[in-house]
Every structure is written in structure tokens, then in C-alpha cells.
């Protein structure tokens, strides 16, 4: 049974445990990763944020995971080259043997306060144990 699908309800204990496994990463957008369009690469894009729940997920269990899904991905805005992407992850539902991260990408204007959300996406990780069978991913390796 799943421990909530609700963030607002999780345990305390795995409410502290999401809010610090929260992961940022801020990625400089140059030319040689953009389209013909000059913009990110929609694969680029979707790598950095697989990365990015990664790191979430394993900083929230501290098991071995895999990805096992990614569910709707939202290009809401392209990101263009020359400006900086700040990818956002936070676990959203704890389960059994896996883990659900979202995943948000803002895009900002190197030289002025401007900032936009322009990705949205949700990622499913499942633990495995040294077998790559299906695990439990709570409570978290010490």
C-alpha cells in the first residue's frame, strides 16, 4: 500500500524526507545542444530532467533505482539558446518498490529578471536490489 498519493498528507517523516531530497540543477544553454530553431533539444530537455528526478529519487531512498516511465511531458515554452534552464525535482508519491518525481524546467534570461516555466514532466523510478528484482524504497538505506 502506498504510503500517500497526496504530498500534502505524506508521514512527517517522509515529508522531511521529500523536502530535503528536492533536487536543482541550473544548466547554461549553448548553441551546439540546440535545433535548427535554436532551441533545446527536446531529448536534451527530457535527459536533464531523467537526470535531475534521479538524483531526487536516490537522495530521498538511497537505493539502487531504475527508470521505469516517464508520463506526460509538457514543452509548454522552447527554450532558446543563451539562456539558463533550472531543473527542479521533488518526489510526488512514494510507493511500494517506486517513487514518482516531478519535474519542472524554468527558463530565465541570462541578463535580465526574467523567468518562465516551460517543462513539465513526471518520472517513475522502482528500487532493485542486488538481483534487479523490485524493493521496498521505504525506509531508506542509512
Excluded at 533539444?41 to 528526478?53: H, I, P, S
Excluded at 538524483?55 to 521505469?68: E, N
Excluded at 516517464?70 to 517506486?98: C, M, Q, W, Y
Aim: a negative charge; charged letters at 25%; glycine letters at 4%.
Amino acid at each position: 500500500m502506498p504510503l500517500s498519493q497526496d504530498p500534502q498528507v505524506f508521514p512527517e517523516e517522509v515529508a522531511l524526507r521529500i523536502e530535503q531530497s528536492e533536487a536543482r540543477v541550473i544548466k547554461a544553454v549553448f548553441p551546439s545542444i540546440t535545433n535548427h530553431h535554436n532551441t533545446l533539444f527536446g531529448g536534451e530537455a527530457l535527459a536533464w530532467m531523467d537526470e535531475t528526478a534521479f538524483i531526487a529519487a536516490t537522495r530521498f531512498c538511497r537505493k539502487t533505482l531504475v527508470t521505469v516511465s516517464s508520463d506526460r511531458i509538457d514543452f509548454n515554452k522552447p527554450i532558446p539558446a543563451g539562456t539558463l534552464a533550472e531543473i527542479i525535482a521533488r518526489v510526488i508519491h512514494v510507493g511500494n518498490t517506486s517513487i514518482k518525481v516531478e519535474v519542472n524546467i524554468f527558463v530565465e534570461d541570462m541578463y535580465q529578471d526574467l523567468r518562465d516555466h516551460a517543462i513539465r514532466g513526471v518520472f517513475t523510478f522502482v528500487a532493485v536490489d542486488e538481483n534487479r528484482k523490485p524493493t521496498a524504497v521505504w525506509p531508506p538505506h542509512s
